[in-house]
């Protein structure tokens, strides 16, 4: 149950179901998997103590097909996983970006692949975040370091998926769902963000009529209006069409209405960057290790520097362009074999130097790690 306490000993998972409930969450629909199943336990205490709803599914792909159809209704939804489990929800995550059902989808990254190493943590499923279902789809994916993140960024999730009409993944990871911090919620108070409903008269709404990059008032299903949800490529009435005119628009759309909003979307942190010829560049719990490296690198006149993307996907690209024109060198530190990195090359180019330190053992990057490999290069 949530309890209104000034400062708590939290896990991360914890501040996880905490964030959701306050954001308005009011239906969970999950199968338990390490290491997230405490979000699932979690939410099956709290939620009928706010008027919610809680359902364990038989599988992934039924839990995140439930969330879409809770949400149709108007109830802020959520379902949360790990990398097996987030695999079976891709194809369902690509029906929710079509039809433009807020959503929120959290996975505690594992290692893989398959069934890997359960218990342990892994940055794995960058690119499974980004192009894990088929097709051109917009998606948003925030990725906490901290446990008291962890709730701002889940209560940030709901209100970026209400707003934009569209799935938001949260891409936490084993060492942050588990570990345990101090958290003054009184601190984290933010605004909730409710989607738009539309104003019109029920016999003149359009369930998918908005600018070229906006996004469209939605109704409730029970409300009254006329609502049509495919997941075939549809026109501004919801029903399935193949002209070439009406299919560029919605895709192109789809992928505006948070392009053309990035400033909005966008978060990330910087940590001495300002004149560094070495920059690291970390997410998630690995960050953590980053910032302490990059401030013992400091104590050893080394001009280092921290630059942590919140905002995993849209990718910051105007941000790490502007890094790699001014520093010599950037290091990608991640529990992977350098998903994330591939990205950072992209953007940089041949502008500066792009490394990576990676792990795939099941353990934490340590701070040793990465601050020998500043001092390398």
């Known amino acids: 149950m949530a309890v209104e306490r000034s400062a708590r000993l939290m896990q991360g998972n914890e501040a996880c179901v905490e964030g959701a409930i306050a954001a308005g969450c009011r239906f969970y629909a999950g199968y338990?998997?390490?290491?997230?199943?405490?979000?699932?336990?979690?939410?099956?205490?709290?939620?009928?103590?706010?008027g919610g709803r809680f359902i364990q599914m038989e599988d992934e792909i039924a839990s995140m097909a439930a969330i879409i159809g809770a949400s149709l209704?108007?109830?802020?939804?959520?379902?949360?996983?790990?990398?097996?489990?987030?695999?079976?929800?891709?194809?369902?995550?690509?029906?929710?970006?079509?039809?433009?059902?807020?959503?929120?989808?959290?996975?505690?990254?594992?290692?893989?692949?398959?069934?890997?190493?359960?218990?342990?943590?892994?940055?794995?499923?960058?690119?499974?975040?980004?192009?894990?279902?088929?097709?051109?789809?917009?998606?948003?994916v925030l990725s906490p370091s901290s446990v008291s993140e962890t709730y701002r960024l889940t209560f940030e999730s709901f209100n970026l998926a209400e707003k934009y009409r569209n799935p938001v993944i949260l891409l936490m990871d084993e060492v942050v769902g588990h570990m345990r911090e101090r958290v003054d919620l009184h601190s984290l108070s933010m605004s909730v963000v409710d989607r738009v409903k539309p104003t019109n008269k029920r016999e003149d709404y359009l369930p998918y009529d908005a600018a070229p990059d906006g996004v469209s008032p939605m109704a409730n299903f029970g409300d009254g209006y006329r609502c049509h949800v495919t997941g075939l490529i549809h026109n501004k009435k919801g029903y399935p069409t193949s002209k070439?005119?009406?299919?560029d628009f919605l895709i192109r759309r789809l992928h505006n209405k948070i392009d053309h909003n990035l400033d909005d979307v966008l978060k990330y942190e910087e940590y001495m960057v300002d004149d560094a010829d070495i920059i690291v560049l970390a997410f998630g719990s690995v960050a953590r290790s980053a910032h302490n490296a990059v401030r013992r690198a400091?104590?050893?006149?080394?001009?280092?520097?921290?630059?942590?993307?919140?905002?995993?996907?849209?990718?910051?690209?105007?941000?790490?362009?502007?890094?790699?024109?001014?520093?010599?060198?950037?290091?990608?530190?991640?529990?992977?074999?350098g998903q994330l990195r591939l990205e950072v090359e992209r953007v940089a180019g041949s502008r500066c130097q792009v490394s990576g330190i990676?792990?795939?053992?099941?353990?934490?990057i340590a701070p040793d790690q990465i601050l020998r490999r500043i001092m390398e290069v």
């Open 32 to 50: 338990p998997i390490t290491p997230s199943t405490e979000i699932a336990e979690l939410m099956a205490a709290s939620l009928p103590c706010v």
């Open 73 to 140: 209704t108007g109830t802020k939804s959520m379902t949360a996983t790990s990398g097996p489990g987030f695999s079976l929800k891709q194809e369902n995550i690509g029906y929710a970006a079509l039809t433009e059902v807020p959503c929120v989808i959290v996975n505690v990254q594992r290692s893989g692949p398959s069934t890997g190493l359960p218990t342990s943590p892994a940055q794995g499923d960058v690119m499974q975040s980004r192009w894990g279902t088929h097709g051109d789809h917009p998606i948003i």
């Open 244 to 247: 070439a005119e009406e299919v």
């Open 298 to 337: 400091r104590q050893n006149g080394v001009k280092a520097g921290l630059f942590r993307p919140i905002t995993i996907w849209p990718f910051p690209e105007a941000a790490v362009t502007a890094l790699a024109q001014k520093a010599k060198h950037i290091i990608v530190p991640e529990m992977n074999l």
């Open 358 to 364: 990676n792990s795939i053992i099941g353990e934490l």
